[in-house]
């Protein structure tokens, strides 16, 4: 098993950055996809990210493609979302899950591929 625990959030200007960490436990990460994702007030959580055992692939939702960045370091057991040009429709609570299944591309997002393994979430609010 993995613990995951997500770091990074807070209050940002529209068109800001901002850069989440995500921290997990256990001697076996490397083995895990790790994916980013979000629920605003309301809605449903959505798939945001996420990066492959190696970080050799990755893959964004539509809607971040171009402002977000994941990436990965399994020599500290961490992931994280840079995110930048932010926009208030980005305000939400950000998840960082893992799971054993290997994939890539397209396949580490939902429904190929189910996160096992989630965190409590950190919020990020984008202000107008």
């Known amino acids: 098993q993995v613990q995951l625990v997500e770091s990074g959030g807070g209050l940002v200007q529209a068109g800001g950055s901002l850069r989440l960490s995500c921290a997990a436990s256990g001697r076996t990460f490397r083995s895990y996809a790790v994916g980013w994702f979000r629920q605003a007030p309301g809605k449903e959580r959505e798939f945001v990210s996420a990066i492959s055992w190696t970080g050799g692939s990755t893959y964004y939702a539509d809607s971040v493609k171009g402002r977000f960045t994941i990436s990965r370091d399994n020599v500290i057991n961490a992931a994280y979302l840079q995110m930048n040009s932010l926009i208030p429709e980005d305000t939400a609570v950000y998840y960082c899950?893992?799971?054993?299944?290997?994939?890539?591309?397209?396949?580490?997002?939902?429904?190929?591929?189910?996160?096992?393994?989630w965190g409590r979430g950190t919020q990020v609010t984008v202000s107008s």
């Open positions: 899950a893992a799971t054993r299944t290997y994939a890539s591309g397209s396949y580490l997002a939902p429904p190929s591929v189910n996160y096992d393994f």
